[in-house]
């Protein structure tokens, strides 16, 4: 890629190509349902749908009759048009439980599963899939619209208490718990980890986001930097003194490194001097979290969490939070942060006496 495009740029192109190979893996008809879908969908729904279909065809092929052993090229929309409610379901209870062939390791077997949440989400694919076509009356029946969502159940939010947020910074400071092959590369990374937490617990960004900051980002004089929300929005995040602290602290340091060609205007730098990966930061997040709570898994997202709780409970205004969040309807903030409501009606209930003790 050229040196001279952004982050957010470069990104956009790979996501487009990483699409279209993923398109040309799928049967023909599947182009045109997602040129068709591409005006109302982000590109992270039209990955996620592309590897969602390849997975629904694969299980046909290997475990429906009608579809046995056929090449998935050969695939045909009268094929899909073929299929009943029932093989559909056969497909969800499928995802219970799969065993598949290590391709790294031919003799090995590799065991997944999916919980009720991620079985919704293939379904909704399928859904949407077979919508597109019925709609513009390319098949007669819709077999998925007869299958029923599978129901999930609200799971409670996780997130780091305030004493276990304190322990996490001091720790990173401290070195405390890390072993001495961690001791040996933390010393050049900590300043740099400590302002990666900072800005999670700080600020409540995305580990997407974090990792597309670029310095040219930052401006100290209104403490905020700009980034790139979820659909392409630029919005400005603004940051305590605490994280100002961290940050520049961490950009003193940043200013000894040279950046790999490319990546000189990247904020936050991996050890191989370019810019740090998504997968890296959830594994240092995990690296420090697990040595504070044994119980909790604790992902950036985890962390996201706790900075919207922590900003609900000073202010009590969950349009607030949705906004800083970034979430798009604020009942998805709501639901995520209910249960401190909940927390709070049942103090009141113990505050009231009706006899004297």
Do not use: W
């Amino acid at each position: 890629m050229p040196s001279n495009i952004t982050f957010q740029e470069e990104l956009k192109q790979e996501q487009i190509l990483k699409l279209r190979r993923l398109i040309d893996s799928l049967p023909k008809f599947c182009r045109e349902f997602f040129i068709g879908i591409e005006p109302t969908t982000s590109m992270r729904t039209r990955i996620a749908y592309a590897y969602d279909l390849n997975m629904f065809f694969q299980y046909l092929i290997e475990n429906n009759e009608h579809f046995r052993d056929k090449p998935l090229s050969s695939i045909t929309l009268a094929d899909m048009e073929a299929l009943e409610a029932s093989d559909i379901e056969a497909y969800l209870e499928y995802l219970n439980f799969y065993v598949k062939v290590d391709e790294d390791n031919p003799d090995e077997y590799l065991e997944f599963s999916n919980n009720n949440k991620a079985k919704a989400r293939k379904l909704s694919t399928i859904r949407s899939f077979y919508k597109y076509f019925y709609n513009r009356k390319k098949i007669k029946v819709n077999p998925a619209s007869f299958v029923d969502m599978p129901k999930i159940h609200d799971q409670p939010i996780t997130r780091l208490e305030v004493d276990e947020v304190a322990r996490l910074l001091d720790m990173v400071e401290s070195g405390e718990k890390l072993t001495k092959t961690q001791l040996r590369y933390q010393k050049y990374t900590k300043t740099r980890d400590l302002c990666i937490l900072s800005l999670f617990l700080g600020t409540g960004i995305r580990v997407s986001e974090l990792v597309g900051i670029d310095i040219s980002d930052i401006d100290f004089n209104v403490n905020g930097f700009k980034i790139t929300r979820k659909g392409g929005n630029q919005v400005v995040l603004y940051f305590g003194d605490e994280v100002e602290n961290a940050i520049k602290d961490y950009l003193d340091e940043r200013k000894l490194i040279t950046p790999l060609s490319g990546h000189e205007d990247a904020l936050f730098l991996s050890l191989q001097r370019k810019r740090i990966s998504v997968r890296a930061v959830q594994a240092l997040v995990k690296k420090y979290t697990q040595m504070v709570t044994s119980i909790k898994n604790i992902s950036p997202h985890k962390l996201r969490s706790t900075y919207g709780t922590n900003l609900y409970r000073e202010t009590g205004d969950i349009y607030l939070v949705a906004d800083v969040l970034g979430h798009k309807d604020v009942n998805t903030t709501k639901k995520h942060y209910a249960a401190i409501d909940d927390d709070k009606r049942r103090m009141a209930a113990k505050v009231v006496k009706l006899r004297e003790d």
